[in-house]
Each structure stands twice: as C-alpha cells, then as structure tokens.
Nanobody, 122 residues
Framework: QVQLVESGGGLVQAGGSLRLSCAAS????????MGWFRRAAGKEREFVGA????????NYADSVKGRFTISRDNAKNTVYLQMNSLKPEDTAVYYC???????????????WGQGTQVTVSS
C-alpha cells in the first residue's frame, strides 16, 4: 500500500510558476513510475506527464511540454511537478499516481493522491 500526498497548489497569476510535490509513505517510490494528472471542472482526468523509476525517461502532454518539468528524489520519496508560464487553462486539481509501467492512461496507474488545486487567474 502506498499513500500519496500532494502539496504546493494555490492561486497564481497567468505567467507565474508553482511547484507541486507528491510525498509518498508506505513503500519506496523508487519501485514505481510516477505520473501527474489533472482534472478541470466538468472535464475528464487527463495525463500531464510521467517519469520513469530511474528518472531518466520523462514524457509530457503536448499542452504542457516546454512549460512543465517532472523530477523525482527517490531518497526523499518525493516527486515534483515544476509548472512555469502558467495559463488559465491549467486550472485544475492535480493528482500524482504510481504505476508499474511508464504509461499515460489513467488505467496504467494504481495508487492516487487526493489532489491539490491549482488556479491560474488571467
């Protein structure tokens, strides 16, 4: 069993930055690939980005490529999502999740955090 807790969300103006953290307990995160997803009001949960267990492989949704960066610190059992040049359309609840594969689909992921709200004002 893995417990995930996201933090770092908040209200930011367009063009600003936020860094989300996802802290894990229960098991070592080094055993898992990690993903970030988001769900905007009235929309389905969508893939944002993923990072492999080693951290060497990353991939991103086209909508965030070049603006968001995923990293991980396995010693701290934490994964991060650095979000720069934020846009109002990035407003959503952001979730981290674990995966035994390096996937982009919701069904590829097993354990989920409770989410953290990010709101970008125009």
């Amino acid at each position: 069993q893995v417990q995930l807790v996201e933090s770092g969300g908040g209200l930011v103006q367009a063009g600003g930055s936020l860094r989300l953290s996802c802290a894990a307990s229960g098991r070592a995160l080094s055993a898992y690939g990690m993903g970030w997803f988001r769900r905007a009001a009235g929309k389905e949960r969508e893939f944002v980005g993923a990072i492999s267990r080693s951290g060497l492989t990353k991939n991103y949704a086209d909508s965030v490529k070049g603006r968001f960066t995923i990293s991980r610190d396995n010693a701290k059992n934490t994964v991060y999502l650095q979000m720069n040049s934020l846009k109002p359309e990035d407003t959503a609840v952001y979730y981290c999740a674990t995966s035994l594969v390096h996937g982009t689909a919701v069904q590829d992921y097993d354990y989920w955090g409770q989410g953290t709200q990010v709101t970008v004002s125009s």
